[in-house]
């Protein structure tokens, strides 16, 4: 079975939950395109990158979701498509990646709101969803990022309506509420 990224609930509500991310590194690459064509370029560097690693190195075991996060700056083409490392990966344990367009980061313990939903995670259904959750959350008065991450769990060649997903926004912390 494919791990998954590890986090706590914190809180279960009618429509979604509010979670702790434990601290992770990640694979990325940023892409500026449809989220369609990003989401797929990105894909193809990513999964080169742990399948060979480098040339000394071994691959790196897949891990879900395979998660493609938007700023909502002016620019909505700008995308940052991530694959999670496997829990207890530190950067420098992990082999250099030879894609210039790829890089390593540690992302911070983070708390988030998480809803999930089943079928295909297309854009206009995952902008719906997203407004979804912001609207849940503001009624639970949670300040929210700009960020939001649209996580899919499955392979592109699983049936649409077999597929889970989850929409994922972080919290805002006080230096982002000031702005």
Same mark, same amino acid.
């Given at each position: ?31 500026s395109d449809d ?63 030879n894609d210039s ?6 992302? =911070? ?13 297309? !854009? =206009?259904?995952?902008? !719906? ?29 699983? =049936? ?15 230096s982002d509420r000031?702005?």
């Amino acid at each position: 079975m494919t791990e998954r990224q590890h986090f706590e609930v914190l809180q279960r509500l009618e429509h979604f939950e509010v979670r702790r991310y434990e601290s992770c590194v990640v694979a990325e690459i940023d892409m500026s395109d449809d989220y369609g064509s990003a989401t797929q370029g990105a894909f193809q560097h990513l999964f080169s990158y742990i399948s060979r690693g480098n040339k000394t190195s071994t691959s790196i075991a897949m891990t879900a979701p395979v998660i493609a996060a938007n700023q909502h700056t002016s620019d909505s083409q700008n995308w940052r498509i991530s694959f999670v490392m496997p829990r207890g990966s530190s950067i420098k344990d992990l082999p250099n990646p030879n894609d210039s367009q790829v890089h390593l980061r540690e992302l =911070p313990a983070q708390d988030c709101v998480a809803m999930s939903f089943k079928g295909r995670a297309t !854009k =206009p259904i995952s902008e !719906k969803k997203e407004a979804e959750l912001r609207g849940y959350s503001q009624k639970e008065n949670l300040v929210l990022s700009s960020e939001t991450r649209i996580c899919r769990f499955d392979p592109p060649f699983k =049936p649409g309506f077999l597929q889970y997903n989850e929409i994922v926004i972080p919290i805002a912390d006080r230096s982002d509420r000031a702005s």
